[in-house]
């Protein structure tokens, strides 16, 4: 049995679902230090500009603190601005419609005091919507070093010829832009999203 350890993410790029795909059973790490600037609290969507990148404010801090101990920021309404950055980039894909009341309670009625709390809930239902069936354990404490499989906790990489093109929104005016998050797969193909992970 293949075996993987991930860090949480918010909405992660298709590098993160590939390891989810191909391993039986994958460990979340919840006791780490958080890592600034990773799609632990931000992701890359195809807007009509090209690539963007939407982030989720944080709370303040002033020590190191682990991702389990990272609280989301409300000074701003960054649910709207994430979910207009959305449908703009998304409105005319071909599954944005049917996916829509999915998605939109995480930006209009729901409200999380911590990441990780966003990023696991927002994970069921993707690997809802993906069928994946991979076993999914969250870690219980933090191991610099994890020998049960390999350990994506830094860095995954997937060699440019594994990377399947598909359709997307903006190909034409800009380019097929690779590994964006897992939305834009999911908004473009649909149901048929595992198919090109």
């Not at 460990?27 to 982030?55: A, D, M, W």
């Not at 009625?109 to 690997?127: A, H, R, T, V």
């Not at 919507?129 to 999914?136: C, D, G, N, R, S």
């Not at 359709?167 to 998050?181: A, D, G, K």
Request: glycine share 2%.
């Amino acid at each position: 049995m293949s075996s993987a350890i991930l860090p949480s993410a918010y909405l992660a790029p298709l590098e993160y679902y590939s390891v989810l795909k191909n391993n039986d059973s994958v460990f979340v790490e919840h006791h780490e230090n958080f890592v600034k600037q990773t799609y632990r609290s931000r992701c890359e969507i195809y807007s009509p500009s090209g690539k963007q990148v939407l982030s989720i404010p944080l709370v303040k801090r002033n020590h190191k603190q682990t991702m389990k101990e990272i609280k989301i920021s409300y000074d701003y309404d960054w649910q709207r601005l994430h979910w207009r950055s959305l449908e703009s980039a998304y409105r005319r894909s071909p599954f944005f419609e049917f996916y829509e009341d999915d998605f939109k309670p995480f930006y209009h009625e729901k409200k999380f005091d911590y990441l990780i709390d966003l990023n696991e809930e927002m994970q069921q239902l993707l690997l809802s919507l993906l069928k994946l069936k991979t076993t999914y354990i969250f870690t219980n404490e933090f191991k610099l070093n994890y020998e049960g499989g390999d350990d994506f906790r830094n860095e995954i990489i997937i060699e440019k010829d594994k990377i399947k093109r598909y359709n997307q929104v903006f190909e034409t005016r800009h380019r097929f832009i690779p590994n964006l998050s897992i939305i834009d797969l999911i908004f473009n193909q649909g149901p048929r999203s595992l198919d090109y992970i």
